[in-house]
RNA sequence: GUCUUUGUAGCUCAGUUGGAUAGAGCGUCCGCCUCCUAAGCGGAAGGCCAGCGGUUCGAAUCCGCUCAAGGACACCA
């Protein structure tokens, strides 16, 4: 529940405006507040461990040098018992500090504690969030947007829980309106002709051979009985069979993926429960629809937008939008989520503004409401662009995807780039087991660490009980660098969890395991004077958690040997 | 046409919210196993941060315009 470089963060910008306060005192700095500075953590090592601009940005206001304001800060700095050893003006007047080594003894102390709890965080105090993600439509199969989402839903849910959320992981399904009728009709079509010639196929209909595959299965239950049925009887009866099988397949291919949700949302429930029609009269009541052309419309100008929406259609059947409505009425008001999280492809983005307008008109708090937008994927293979259309029934499905890499591989890479990074999969890439696969550079780690462990124990040297063992002897530069990676988990985790991008967990856990390979390079943990070789034991099983932890989080496996 | 996302090494992408000499992986070239897993490590080459202006101590990052690519603009979802 701690982070270490929060904490240090914190400290540094204490001593620098304790530093301030006397420098005033004294008269060395003009009498004026001292504008927001930053406390960064330097690329380069020469340059400390924390970097402060406070007199880059104070130069104007107090009309004075940047290395004289560092100068008058630097004389006043009181670094006994702080984390630092060191400061010094650097640079234009950048004031760098160096954490003492305690700081990364108690880094690697703090983690064989923690254990599994080391990067958890409370930055987000028990908030009760919901991350609603993939929702695919139960009309067939998933496709790799849905993949995409499916790894960075997941994944984002999880850093958030991490870092002190209370999450529910949601999948709304998509069993009412006119896809569904879309859905009957094409289900029918595939039915009559197991029977019948010159059964036309409806031009806008689902062509994928899911639908065709239904048909048999109903037909070899039901056989050539529904022929006759009324047309409505027959395509109810057909969805009534064909639907909950499809959502079952769904469910069945997202636990495949390592992916389970907490609640199941049946769009149909909101009619059900006249949810739809209670949010209708909401929007009514407050003036903000209108009926034109038989059809009642929201008044979406009324409230930012550039159009007006049709909620219910001239026929009678309300939109999916107004069910949409509902559906938020419902996250918020009726289960009284605190925030809600929509994972959605970019090709819904114009869609973020009319639901959050629409929010506001019926007295939710649309701010509350966050859509991840997350770009299409472009699947690639030989180099060529796979199309992957549901209608043409020649798309890559997320099933025929897992049958062709492993899910280590699939969930790694659809969470290493930010959502809104325009994705191009790599098929063959991702289908290679070898080092240029990203995911068995990080395995690897962790497989190679328990490999040392082991070997230890095998030999009789300590590997679990760290009792007296002194760390400061961890003082090489691939340690030290190694340590204080391992102490930016936390910090991390809360930047992932506030800007929604779960793939930076995905690229620490890379960095970090290509500072364990460096490190077990430059420094033999075995066959070294045995207080060192305990410390350096020590970093490794600190090493193997942190890593341990961030696979975990991905819900990609931690192999013990490769 | 309007809105939106993106443009950084040959390729795929980072860049800690405006900081110091712009980074990593892959690919190319050159090295490193008598030794805890070489699925690893080190080094070299590779850049007008799409372009032009602006804002300030300081810009890949912020604000305009231009160019290029993806996406959205339904009584579909």
């Not at 406390?39 to 402060?52: Q, Y």
């Not at 940047?66 to 010094?88: G, V």
Request: with cysteine; glycine share 6%; proline share 4%.
């Amino acid at each position: 529940m701690h982070d270490p470089i929060s904490t240090a963060k914190q400290q540094v910008r204490k001593l620098v405006l304790a530093a301030f306060d006397e420098a005033k005192l004294e008269g060395a700095l003009p009498d004026f507040p001292m504008p927001d500075f930053a406390v960064d953590l330097p690329a380069e090592t020469s340059h400390g461990d924390f970097a402060v601009n406070a007199a880059l940005v104070s130069a104007k206001p107090f009309s004075m040098s940047p290395r004289d304001i560092a100068q008058a800060l630097f004389e006043r700095i009181k670094l006994a018992d702080s984390l630092f050893s060191k400061a010094e003006i650097a640079g234009p007047g950048f004031l760098n500090f160096f954490t003492d080594s305690r700081f990364c003894s108690d880094v690697v102390l703090q983690i064989l504690r923690e254990k599994d709890g080391y990067g958890r965080t409370d930055t987000l105090h028990g908030e009760k969030i919901m991350v609603e993600f993939v929702s695919a439509n139960p009309t067939g199969p998933m496709h790799l947007g849905n993949a995409r989402g499916g790894a960075l839903g997941d994944c984002l849910a999880s850093v958030l829980e991490t870092a002190g959320a209370r999450v529910t992981r949601e999948f709304y399904v998509n069993d009412a309106g006119n896809q569904i009728e879309k859905f009957a009709c094409s289900l029918e079509a595939r039915y009559l002709q197991l029977y019948k010639d010159d059964i036309p196929f409806p031009e806008d209909g689902y062509q994928g051979e899911d639908i065709t595959r239904r048909a048999e299965e109903f037909a070899e239950i039901n056989g050539d009985s529904y022929l006759s049925a009324a047309p409505q009887a027959r395509r109810d009866a057909l969805v009534a069979y064909a639907l909950p099988a499809n959502i079952e397949q769904l469910r069945h291919d997202l636990e495949t993926y390592r992916i389970h949700y907490d609640v199941w949302f049946r769009e149909s429930s909101l009619y059900e429960s006249g949810l739809v029609n209670k949010v209708l009269g909401i929007l009514k009541d407050k003036g903000a629809t209108y009926e034109n052309d038989g059809a009642i419309w929201y008044k979406a100008t009324d409230y930012g937008a550039e159009k007006d929406e049709v909620l219910v259609r001239s026929n009678g059947i309300p939109t999916y939008f107004a069910a949409d409505i509902a559906y938020h009425y419902d996250k918020f008001a009726v289960r009284g989520f605190e925030r809600v999280i929509n994972v959605w492809g970019a090709d819904h983005h114009g869609h973020v503004s009319r639901l959050k307008g629409a929010m506001n008109a019926i007295g939710l708090d649309g701010s509350k409401l966050d859509v991840v937008l997350m770009q299409l994927v472009r699947l690639v293979r030989d180099g060529e662009p796979v199309r992957m259309s549901k209608r043409t029934g020649k798309a890559i499905t997320l099933t025929d995807l897992l049958e062709e890499i492993p899910i280590d591989a699939a969930r790694f890479f659809f969470n290493l780039r930010e959502p809104k990074s325009h994705f191009e999969f790599d098929l063959d890439l991702a289908v290679k087991e070898s080092s240029d696969n990203p995911v068995y550079y990080v395995q690897y780690a962790h497989a190679r660490i328990c490999s040392i462990l082991k070997n230890l124990d095998a030999q009789g040297y300590e590997t679990d009980n760290f009792d007296g063992c002194d760390l400061s002897l961890l003082c090489e530069p691939d340690e030290l660098a190694l340590i204080k990676h391992l102490a930016k988990l936390p910090f991390e985790i809360t930047a992932a969890a506030c800007e929604y991008d779960p793939a930076r967990i995905t690229r620490y856990t890379v960095e970090l395991a290509g500072m364990f390979h460096r490190f077990y390079t430059s420094c033999r943990v075995k066959d070294c004077e045995a207080d060192l070789c305990l410390a350096r034991t020590a970093l490794c099983r600190a090493t193997k958690q942190v890593v341990a932890n961030c696979l975990a989080l991905l819900k990609i496996n931690a192999p013990e040997s490769m």
